[in-house]
C-alpha cells in the first residue's frame, strides 16, 4: 500500500511539474518576445519535463527510503519534499484544466450550426492537383493521423445585443486564420480553402494574421487571396509569425491587391443593411491599438485580434464581436485532457470556439495552416459566422 501511494506521489508530482512548464510556455508566448528567445524556453521545458521524472525517480523513488520501497514523504529531504509539495501544487491548474474541458468547454467549442469536412489531400487526389502536400519535408507529416490536409467547413451562429435580430437575415462574416504559407501544406490546398470561403457566400472576408512563415511565398499567397475582394470586402490584420519577417512588405502586397488593412484603425461600412465596424490590433507584437468606436449609428463593432488576448480591450472599448486566430486551437487536442498548447495568457481557455464572455461574442479560429504542420483532433477551420445583429 505504502508503495502504492509513494507511486501516486511521484506520478502527481511528474504531471504537476508538467503543467507548471506548460503554463509558463504558454504565457511567454503570449507577449512580445523574440522567437529565438522562445525557442530556447522550449528546449528548456522539453529537457526539463523528460529529464525531470528520472531524477525524482533516483532521488525520492528509489533511494533508501524511497517512496518505492515504503517510505514517506517525511523520510525525504527537506530540499525534495518541497519540490514535490510545489509540483503537486501544478495538478491543481492540470485537473481544472480537464474537469474545464469535460464539462463547460465541450459545449462552446461544439457551437457549429453545420460541418463539413474535407479531406483535401484525397480530394486533390482525384482532381489530379499536384501542390496540396507542399515540397516542405517536416518529421510530423508522416504522422498517420495528421489532420493537416483536411479542412473543416463551419457555420457559426451568433446574436448580439439587438432581441429583434432574429427576423433579419444575418451578416454573413467568412473568417479565417493563421495560414502560415511555408510551403506545407501547398499551394492547392489553400486554393481549395478559398473556392470554399468564395462557396460560403459572405458578406465580408476577414483574415486574422499570421500570413506567412516563408516569405518568398507571399507573392503565391496574394495571388491565392485575391480572388477573394471580387467575392465581397476583405478586412485582414497581421500576426506575431509576420512580425518576424519584414511584415510592412506584407501589409503593403496584400492592400495592393484589394484587401483592407484596418489595424490601429476603423473602417465603416454598410454590410447586409447594416452600418458595421471593422477595427484591428496587432498588439502585442505591431503598432498601437485602434481609438476608441465611435457608437452613433453604428449597427455592430466588430475588432479583429491576431491575439485572443486582446479580450479586455475589446469589452472596455464597446466592440460587440472580437475575431482571433493565433492559438491554432491547441493543434493537438488529447483525448480526455483537451488542448495543452495554446500561447495565451488566458492558456488553452480561449484556445478555440465560440464563447460569450461579459457581453462580447468571441470566435476564435482553429486557423488553416502551421508552422510545425501537426494537428490531431484539430483540423484546419474555415468559417462562416452568421451575425444576428
Ligand atoms: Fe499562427
Given at each position: 500500500m505504502?508503495?502504492?501511494?509513494?507511486?501516486?506521489?511521484?506520478?502527481?508530482?511528474?504531471?504537476?511539474?508538467?503543467?507548471?512548464?506548460?503554463?509558463?510556455?504558454?504565457?511567454?508566448?503570449?507577449?512580445?518576445i523574440r522567437a529565438k528567445s522562445l525557442r530556447m524556453f522550449r528546449a528548456l521545458?522539453?529537457?526539463?519535463?523528460?529529464?525531470?521524472?528520472?531524477v525524482l525517480l533516483v532521488n525520492c523513488g528509489l533511494n533508501d527510503h524511497g517512496l518505492l520501497r515504503g517510505g514517506t514523504l517525511f523520510d525525504q529531504t527537506e530540499f525534495w519534499r518541497n519540490v514535490i509539495a510545489v509540483t503537486l501544487l501544478g495538478t491543481i491548474p492540470f485537473f481544472v484544466g480537464v474537469i474545464r474541458w469535460q464539462w463547460l468547454r465541450r459545449f462552446e467549442f461544439h457551437k457549429v450550426a453545420t460541418r463539413e469536412i474535407y479531406n483535401v489531400a484525397e480530394i486533390a487526389r482525384l482532381k489530379?492537383?499536384?501542390?496540396?502536400?507542399?515540397?516542405r519535408w517536416h518529421p510530423v507529416v508522416i504522422w498517420p493521423w495528421n489532420?493537416?490536409?483536411?479542412?473543416?467547413?463551419?457555420?457559426?451562429?451568433i446574436q448580439t445585443r439587438n432581441d429583434q435580430?432574429?427576423?433579419?437575415?444575418?451578416?454573413?462574416?467568412?473568417?479565417?486564420?493563421?495560414?502560415?504559407?511555408?510551403?506545407?501544406?501547398?499551394?492547392?490546398?489553400?486554393?481549395?480553402?478559398?473556392?470554399?470561403?468564395?462557396?460560403?457566400?459572405?458578406?465580408?472576408?476577414?483574415?486574422?494574421?499570421?500570413l506567412i512563415d516563408k516569405p518568398e511565398l507571399l507573392a503565391t499567397a496574394v495571388e491565392i487571396l485575391k480572388p477573394l475582394t471580387k467575392i465581397a470586402p476583405c478586412f485582414f490584420i497581421l500576426g506575431n509569425h509576420d512580425w518576424r519577417y519584414n511584415y510592412e512588405h506584407f501589409r503593403t502586397t496584400l492592400s495592393a491587391s484589394g484587401w483592407k488593412c484596418v489595424t490601429g484603425s476603423h473602417e465603416r461600412i454598410m454590410l447586409a443593411e447594416r452600418q458595421v465596424l471593422f477595427?484591428?490590433?496587432?498588439?502585442?507584437?505591431?503598432?498601437?491599438?485602434?481609438?476608441?468606436?465611435?457608437?452613433?449609428?453604428?449597427?455592430?463593432r466588430i475588432l479583429l485580434s491576431?491575439?485572443?488576448?486582446?479580450?479586455?480591450?475589446?469589452?472596455?472599448?464597446?466592440?460587440?464581436?472580437?475575431?482571433?486566430?493565433?492559438?491554432?486551437?491547441?493543434?493537438?487536442?488529447?483525448?480526455?485532457?483537451?488542448?495543452?498548447?495554446?500561447p495565451s495568457i488566458y492558456g488553452v481557455d480561449l484556445a478555440a470556439g465560440l464563447f460569450e464572455r461579459r457581453g462580447i461574442a468571441v470566435h476564435v479560429s482553429r486557423g488553416v495552416g502551421a508552422k510545425d504542420p501537426l494537428r490531431w483532433n484539430c483540423r484546419p477551420e474555415l468559417t462562416c459566422l452568421e451575425v444576428y445583429c
Amino acid at each position: 500500500m505504502e508503495q502504492l501511494t509513494g507511486a501516486l506521489i511521484l506520478l502527481l508530482s511528474c504531471i504537476g511539474h508538467a503543467e507548471l512548464w506548460v503554463v509558463a510556455v504558454n504565457r511567454s508566448h503570449a507577449f512580445r518576445i523574440r522567437a529565438k528567445s522562445l525557442r530556447m524556453f522550449r528546449a528548456l521545458h522539453d529537457l526539463a519535463i523528460v529529464v525531470f521524472p528520472w531524477v525524482l525517480l533516483v532521488n525520492c523513488g528509489l533511494n533508501d527510503h524511497g517512496l518505492l520501497r515504503g517510505g514517506t514523504l517525511f523520510d525525504q529531504t527537506e530540499f525534495w519534499r518541497n519540490v514535490i509539495a510545489v509540483t503537486l501544487l501544478g495538478t491543481i491548474p492540470f485537473f481544472v484544466g480537464v474537469i474545464r474541458w469535460q464539462w463547460l468547454r465541450r459545449f462552446e467549442f461544439h457551437k457549429v450550426a453545420t460541418r463539413e469536412i474535407y479531406n483535401v489531400a484525397e480530394i486533390a487526389r482525384l482532381k489530379k492537383l499536384n501542390d496540396v502536400r507542399g515540397s516542405r519535408w517536416h518529421p510530423v507529416v508522416i504522422w498517420p493521423w495528421n489532420e493537416i490536409l483536411t479542412l473543416e467547413v463551419n457555420v457559426k451562429r451568433i446574436q448580439t445585443r439587438n432581441d429583434q435580430a432574429l427576423s433579419r437575415r444575418p451578416l454573413r462574416l467568412i473568417h479565417f486564420s493563421d495560414l502560415h504559407f511555408i510551403d506545407c501544406p501547398g499551394s492547392d490546398f489553400y486554393r481549395f480553402m478559398v473556392e470554399k470561403a468564395t462557396e460560403l457566400n459572405g458578406d465580408a472576408m476577414i483574415f486574422t494574421g499570421d500570413l506567412i512563415d516563408k516569405p518568398e511565398l507571399l507573392a503565391t499567397a496574394v495571388e491565392i487571396l485575391k480572388p477573394l475582394t471580387k467575392i465581397a470586402p476583405c478586412f485582414f490584420i497581421l500576426g506575431n509569425h509576420d512580425w518576424r519577417y519584414n511584415y510592412e512588405h506584407f501589409r503593403t502586397t496584400l492592400s495592393a491587391s484589394g484587401w483592407k488593412c484596418v489595424t490601429g484603425s476603423h473602417e465603416r461600412i454598410m454590410l447586409a443593411e447594416r452600418q458595421v465596424l471593422f477595427a484591428g490590433s496587432e498588439l502585442p507584437w505591431i503598432g498601437n491599438p485602434p481609438p476608441a468606436v465611435k457608437h452613433a449609428g453604428v449597427d455592430v463593432r466588430i475588432l479583429l485580434s491576431h491575439s485572443p488576448d486582446q479580450l479586455r480591450f475589446a469589452q472596455a472599448h464597446g466592440y460587440d464581436l472580437m475575431l482571433s486566430g493565433h492559438t491554432h486551437g491547441g493543434q493537438v487536442v488529447l483525448p480526455i485532457i483537451g488542448p495543452v498548447y495554446a500561447p495565451s495568457i488566458y492558456g488553452v481557455d480561449l484556445a478555440a470556439g465560440l464563447f460569450e464572455r461579459r457581453g462580447i461574442a468571441v470566435h476564435v479560429s482553429r486557423g488553416v495552416g502551421a508552422k510545425d504542420p501537426l494537428r490531431w483532433n484539430c483540423r484546419p477551420e474555415l468559417t462562416c459566422l452568421e451575425v444576428y445583429c
